[in-house]
């Protein structure tokens, strides 16, 4: 029968039980820190979603489902993770046999965990030369380097190499009939008989054998002081992350009189679960890659937050610590443990908002969310940044300049433009569209949005769309001038209070006209009106227009010839696609109307933001390259006749991108929906 000695040539193994125990003990006393630091947050239920979250770690960890959408990084810690992953499997297995006495290392299984764990073995041990290849001569610059790195990469490295020069060197004096499948222990062993004698392979056998004892003690007790935490917070994250509509902060009640503070701006108040995020972050640099901000040399960069963020939880937990200890010597150890939680709250130390995270850095975010998308352990970046900016505006009045102006005009006329709100329905009452109050039995409320109701070249694609609804005969009123803005602006900039004025001002008009069903061109709108405004009591049927103007198109209601075969680029919008997992149906409808998609460099779920997300429509930017200048860049490279877009915010950047780069007439920026006016 297939098996093996499982002892060979080792006396006094026994020892390893001790050496476990100490090393288990340093691992608990780590983790035990971990949890203390996590604890200084706010309490936060993680434990809601138990199925979806086992069902997310198979998917995320086991599978790598976002590890491996980049090849290249992806294959190489792939062959890292199982090939860790089939050897603690037959460590277990190897365990129960030798140490519980269940005789199951034999047979099959005996030769499945020979050949997985060399083929899985070698392909580790690959994966971590290609690590340090891409570390340390490839991407030295971009992937932050620190001792633990060298020692994490080293470790894992010397404890595979020596596992197989033991199978090698066992291989080499005892005659193993099963050997080819243990073939690169085979290979081993080949060098090893040719330069060493039998005495000498005992020796280094044994040798061999406690050194990679002592280093497989020194990776569990190492563990939690280290990167190779992620192993285990990694999944956790995963399975505690938020799921459903993302991007949608927790929202304040204003009426709550014991709130004492809005926003955050100290370490304290945020959740366990966002410290917990800190420890988590393993600094691949996928996030700050995929920034936007970063990208176009904004001194932002979403990993530097994080984990700037967890160098001041570690002060923080120390000077806490430290404090105790001086109450535990004054006072005793009871008037220590009772003043432990007031310590923690009066104890800031560095300040987090502009001390340890710039105030222009916050600012610099378009909330496009490319960051937490590209992030292989769910770390959610984009929410904190949230909270902090709410805590400068509504507590510190702080906030850039020309973000005053769009509040004020959004408390003063319904809108950032700051034109009359009485003539918010001056154009497209003008297209024979008529009011709820005109037509309360209407089907469908159509929103155009502040954009599409004040902004020039967004009234054109407000018009192609009405034609169009009215085309396929579809029912449908708007609010006129009871219509608001619907507060994405000043929520994503921080102004949780005037969003809260003028969603419950929306609502409340929507519901006293019994508005079930909604149609809008503006990802910005979709998504606070779909996912954002349940939090206030508006529960309504939001749908984009592109989705809707597919159905209809699918259904004959919309009768559209497919003539014009230029070439059409397509644009995700980051609150479309990112935020509403809408990508393929704005395509589809292009592709229905004879038109040949070219995609930019960036697409889909990677996809270059504008640059006017989270309220930077309204903000200048006074550092590095204009977002929109680059996104239009990549457009031009791929030599269409048009850019499809479906977002007026997307589509002003746009437009000024392409006067910026002075194309001319060669290149035009339109909505999907001018694009379908063409083909009626």
């Not at 285990?232 to 009640?253: S, T, V």
């Given at each position: 029968m297939a098996t093996r000695q499982v002892y060979w040539n080792v006396e006094g193994h026994n020892w390893l039980y001790l050496f476990f125990i100490i090393a288990l003990a340093i691992f608990v006393y780590g983790v035990y820190k971990r949890v203390k630091l996590w604890?200084?947050?706010?309490?936060?239920?993680r434990w809601k979603d138990v199925w979806p979250g086992i069902k997310d770690v198979i998917v995320y960890t086991f599978a790598h489902k976002r590890i491996l959408k980049d090849g290249y990084p992806g294959m190489m810690h792939a062959g890292i993770f199982y090939g860790f992953l089939f050897l603690a499997f037959a460590t277990a297995i190897i365990t129960l046999q030798a140490d519980f006495a269940i005789n199951i290392f034999h047979g099959w299984l005996y030769l499945f965990i020979k050949v997985t764990a060399n083929l899985f073995g070698l392909a580790a041990l690959i994966g971590i030369v290609v690590a340090a290849y891409r570390r340390y001569i490839q991407r030295p610059d971009r992937l932050d380097n620190k001792p633990d790195d060298a020692i994490t990469l080293v470790l894992l490295f010397t404890i595979l190499l020596t596992g197989f020069v033991i199978q090698g060197a066992r291989i080499a004096v005892v005659p193993d009939p099963w050997a080819g499948y243990a073939f690169v222990g085979q290979w081993m062993s080949i060098p090893l008989k040719a330069m060493?004698?039998?005495?000498?392979?005992?020796?280094?056998?044994?040798?061999?054998?406690?050194?990679?004892?002592?280093?497989?003690?020194?990776?569990?007790?190492?563990?939690?002081?280290?990167?190779?935490?992620?192993?285990?917070?990694?999944?956790?994250?995963?399975?505690?992350?938020?799921?459903?509509?993302?991007?949608?902060?927790?929202?304040?009640?204003?009426?709550?009189?014991?709130?004492?503070?809005?926003?955050?701006?100290?370490?304290?108040?945020?959740s366990w679960k966002a410290l917990f995020?800190?420890?988590?972050?393993?600094?691949?640099?996928?996030?700050?890659?995929?920034?936007?901000?970063?990208?176009?040399?904004?001194?932002?960069?979403?990993?530097?937050?994080?984990?700037?963020?967890?160098?001041?939880?570690?002060?923080?937990?120390?000077a806490v610590q430290a404090q105790n200890k001086v109450l535990a010597q004054a006072a005793g150890q009871e008037a220590a443990a009772?003043?432990?939680?007031?310590?923690?709250?009066?104890?800031?130390?560095?300040?987090l908002i502009g001390e340890v995270i710039p105030e222009d850095d916050l600012w610099a975010c378009t909330t496009c969310r490319s960051c937490e998308q590209q992030c292989p352990v769910f770390v959610e970046h984009v929410d904190k940044t949230i909270d902090m900016r709410r805590n400068l505006v509504l507590m510190e009045t702080r906030f850039p300049a020309e973000a005053q102006l769009a509040f004020k005009n959004m408390e003063n006329n319904g809108n950032p433009w700051g034109i009359g709100w009485t003539?918010?329905?001056d154009f497209i009452t003008g297209l024979g569209v008529k009011t709820f109050e005109e037509d309360p039995t209407a089907e469908y409320l159509y929103w155009p949005g502040?954009?599409?109701?004040?902004?020039?070249?967004?009234?054109?694609?407000s018009a192609s769309l009405v034609k169009l609804l009215q085309a396929a005969g579809v029912h449908f009123a708007i609010?006129?001038?009871?219509?608001?803005?619907?507060?994405?602006?000043?929520?994503?900039?921080?102004?949780e209070y005037l969003f809260y004025s003028l969603a419950t001002e929306n609502i409340e008009v929507m519901n006293n006209y019994g508005v079930k069903k909604i149609i809008t061109q503006c990802p910005h709108c979709y998504n606070f009106l779909k996912n954002e405004y349940p939090q206030l009591g508006g529960n309504f049927e939001v749908i984009h227009h592109t989705v809707f103007l597919l159905d209809l198109v699918k259904s004959g209601k919309l009768k559209l010839s497919n003539a014009d075969k230029k070439t059409v680029t397509y644009h995700d919008s980051c609150y479309l696609g990112r935020y509403n997992e809408i990508y393929e149906q704005p395509r589809e409808l292009l592709k229905a109307v004879g038109l040949n998609i070219k995609e930019m460099a960036h697409t889909g779920e990677k996809s270059f933001c504008c640059g006017a997300g989270g309220?930077?429509?309204?903000?200048?930017?006074?550092?590095?390259?204009?977002?929109?200048?680059?996104?239009?860049?990549?457009?031009?490279?791929?030599?269409?006749?048009?850019?499809?877009?479906?977002?007026?915010f997307c589509l002003t950047m746009f437009a000024d991108g392409i006067a910026a780069r002075e194309v001319g007439e060669e290149l035009k920026a339109l909505d999907v929906a001018e694009i379908l006016e063409k083909a009626l």
């Open positions: 604890k200084l947050g706010q309490p936060d239920n060493l004698n039998e005495a000498q392979l005992l020796s280094l056998h044994v040798f061999l054998w406690w050194l990679h004892l002592a280093l497989a003690m020194a990776f569990i007790a190492y563990f939690p002081y280290s990167k190779l935490f992620h192993v285990l917070l990694g999944p956790l994250n995963q399975f505690f992350r938020n799921r459903g509509p993302i991007g949608i902060p927790e929202p304040i009640d204003f009426e709550d009189e014991s709130l004492e503070t809005f926003g955050k701006s100290q370490l304290r108040e945020f995020n800190t420890d988590v972050c393993v600094r691949c640099g996928r996030c700050q890659d995929n920034c936007p901000a970063h990208l176009s040399g904004k001194h932002l960069n979403p990993k530097r937050i994080i984990q700037d963020m967890r160098v001041l939880m570690e002060e923080t937990g120390a009772t003043s432990e939680s007031e310590e923690t709250e009066e104890w800031t130390g560095r300040a003539t918010r329905a502040c954009s599409g109701a004040f902004d020039a070249r967004n009234q054109k694609v609010l006129g001038n009871e219509e608001k803005c619907c507060g994405d602006s000043a929520r994503k900039l921080g102004n309220g930077r429509m309204w903000l200048e930017e006074h550092e590095g390259q204009r977002i929109n200048e680059m996104r239009t860049d990549e457009a031009i490279a791929v030599k269409p006749d048009y850019v499809g877009t479906a977002c007026p």
